[in-house]
């Protein structure tokens, strides 16, 4: 698949900022608009940018490898319903990222491999369902939504009650904000097996009432909070 931001004998890439990437990719014939009708595998006659209506959660494949080597793959999600996430696998069906209701993912093929680059949120940010804390560990917390947002709002925290992050979430680079309604303290815990701020594995961070909390995916099942 050829593509204008690769320098053919560098295989690097040529523009040295994002601005310059997308005001190439907003020349005509350069994206490609499409409502989906199921899941979809992308090749070379599809452009760098692929912009998405979804109709229902959806699974896109990357382009295979030895045909991919040094390019880059922008998937928009133009979709404005939060359950309608959209899983990027590369070609073994291995999902790679995850691209929620109204984000870019920048993705990149090395020739042997393709990575989630950046997810790029828009300016509208499209609330998850509201989870209602339960339990008093991470084994029966309330699960937040699989993935579906970068703001997740909660209720009925009382100081013993939390939610757990969906495994979904734990990609690297994830930034997510978790938001207490409640007039009470929430627990938030990790996806199984996680950590938060280099404490136990499955243990909680709190999040006082009226507030939230931002947390960031450095590693597999590795969190920090932000804020």
């Given at each position: 698949?050829a593509?204008?931001?690769i320098?053919?004998?560098?295989r690097?890439?040529v ?16 994206v ?5 009708t199921?899941n979809?595998?992308l ?11 979804l ?6 494949t990357?382009?295979t490898?030895a ?7 922008l998937?928009?999600n133009?979709?404005?319903a939060a359950?309608?996430?959209m ?5 073994a069906?291995a999902?790679?990222?995850y691209v ?9 093929c ?5 990575s989630l680059?950046?997810t790029?949120?828009t300016?509208?940010?499209?609330a998850?369902?509201?989870t ?7 084994t ?7 993935g579906?947002s970068?703001a997740?709002?909660t209720?009925a925290a009382d ?7 969906h495994a979904n979430?734990d990609?690297i680079?994830?930034?997510i904000?978790?938001?207490n ?6 627990k938030?815990?990790?996806p199984v097996?996680?950590?938060?701020n280099?404490?136990?594995?499955d243990?909680s961070?709190s999040s006082?009432s ?10 597999a099942l590795t969190?920090?909070v932000?804020?």
């Open positions: 698949m593509d204008p931001l320098s053919e004998t560098r690097e890439p523009y040295a900022n994002l601005r310059e990437m997308f005001a190439l990719l907003m020349c005509p014939g350069s490609r608009t499409k409502t989906t199921g979809l595998t090749d070379a006659t599809y452009p760098t940018l692929v912009s998405l209506t109709d229902a959660a959806r699974t896109v990357l382009d490898i045909s991919a080597s040094g390019c880059w793959r998937l928009h133009v979709t404005t359950a309608y996430l899983t990027v696998n590369n070609p069906a999902a790679v990222g929620r209701a109204g984000e870019i993912g920048l993705y990149y090395d020739g042997t491999a393709w680059v950046h790029i949120p300016s509208k940010v499209i998850g369902a509201s209602a804390a339960a339990g008093t560990d991470s029966n917390a309330g699960v937040l939504p699989a579906t970068s997740y709002p209720s100081g013993t009650k939390g939610v757990r992050i979430d990609v680079g994830r930034v904000e978790v938001h309604v409640a007039a009470a303290v929430l938030v815990y990790p097996g996680g950590t938060i280099g404490g136990g594995v243990a961070v006082v009226g507030h939230g909390v931002r947390l960031l995916c450095t590693a969190w920090i932000l804020n």
